[in-house]
């Protein structure tokens, strides 16, 4: 279940091939517990940091940190998906989404919606 998970986040950077990967790393403590974090370049010299720290219950993938920071080529952040429990007063807390200066509610994103919100932006001026 989670080698399966991780092959598909894998696939997911791998099917595009406009991504440059300055880091990817897979850590399989065993079969119901890992992690994965990356680095990943895009053309515009944006990037993307990520990091999931993964396990497996009643034959589910559950995310139990997670952070995905979106920044363009000046290192100004865009917007960050996290589950930091720093926001109680949103709804969807602990899960949250900073975009500039604002903070709101958001559900736990993939990966894979992450890198399509990226290429919403880029590709958006195209």
Do not use: W
Request: charged share 25%.
């Amino acid at each position: 279940m989670l080698n399966a998970y991780l092959h598909r986040l894998y696939d997911s950077i791998n099917s595009r091939g406009y991504i440059q990967v300055e880091q990817l790393v897979f850590d399989n403590r065993s079969n119901q517990r890992g992690s994965i974090r990356g680095r990943l370049h895009f053309y515009d010299n944006s990037l993307v940091d990520f990091g999931e720290v993964l396990v497996v219950r009643n034959k589910q993938v559950i995310k139990l940190r997670y952070a995905y920071h979106y920044q363009d080529a000046d290192g100004k952040m865009i917007f960050r998906y996290d589950n930091a429990p720093h926001h109680p007063e949103i709804s969807t807390h602990p899960h949250h989404k900073h975009a500039g200066s604002t903070i709101g509610p958001a559900q736990p994103p993939d990966l894979s919606e992450v890198l399509r919100e990226i290429e919403q932006l880029i590709f958006e001026f195209d």
